[in-house]
C-alpha cells in the first residue's frame, strides 16, 4: 500500500518561508512522478508543480516559479516544496500526489498528472497571514 504523507504547513506571516514535506512509503518504483497541488477555500484546485523522482528534473508553474522550489532526499523517499517570499493568497491546503505508470522516464507533465494521478496525500494546511 502506498502512502503520501505531506507535513510542514503551519500559520506564517507574509514574506516568511516554509518548507513542506511529502513522505512517500509503501511499495515504491523508480519512475516517480510526484506533484505538488494546493486548494483555497472556494477555489478550483492548482497545479504548482512537479518531480520525477528518478529524472530528478523539475518544474513548478511560471507563476510560482520565482518563489517556489520543489526538490527531493531519494534516500528518504520524500519530496519538498520550497516557499519563499509568501502572500496572503498562499493560503491553501497544499497536496502531494504520485503517479508510478504513467510516466516511465519521460517528463512529468502537470497537467497530464491531474488526470493520472494514483495517490494522494491528505494534505498540510498553509495559512499567510498579511
Known amino acids: 500500500q502506498v502512502q503520501l504523507v505531506e507535513s510542514g504547513g503551519e500559520p506564517v506571516q507574509a514574506g516568511g518561508s516554509l518548507r513542506l514535506s511529502c513522505k512517500l512509503s509503501g511499495f515504491l518504483n523508480s519512475n516517480q512522478c510526484v506533484g505538488w497541488f494546493r486548494q483555497a477555500p472556494g477555489k478550483e484546485r492548482e497545479g504548482i508543480g512537479t518531480?520525477?523522482?528518478?529524472?530528478?528534473?523539475?518544474y513548478v508553474h511560471e507563476s510560482m516559479r520565482d518563489r517556489f522550489t520543489i526538490s527531493q532526499n531519494n534516500t528518504e523517499n520524500t519530496v519538498f516544496l520550497q516557499m519563499d517570499s509568501l502572500k496572503a493568497e498562499d493560503t491553501a491546503m497544499y497536496y502531494c500526489?504520485?503517479?508510478?505508470?504513467?510516466?516511465?522516464?519521460?517528463?512529468?507533465?502537470?497537467?497530464?498528472?491531474?488526470?493520472?494521478?494514483?495517490?494522494w496525500g491528505q494534505g498540510t494546511q498553509v495559512t499567510v497571514s498579511s
Open positions: 500526489a504520485a503517479d508510478f505508470s504513467s510516466f516511465g522516464g519521460r517528463f512529468c507533465d502537470i497537467t497530464l498528472l491531474t488526470s493520472t494521478v494514483q495517490y
Open positions: 518531480i520525477h523522482t528518478s529524472r530528478g528534473d523539475t
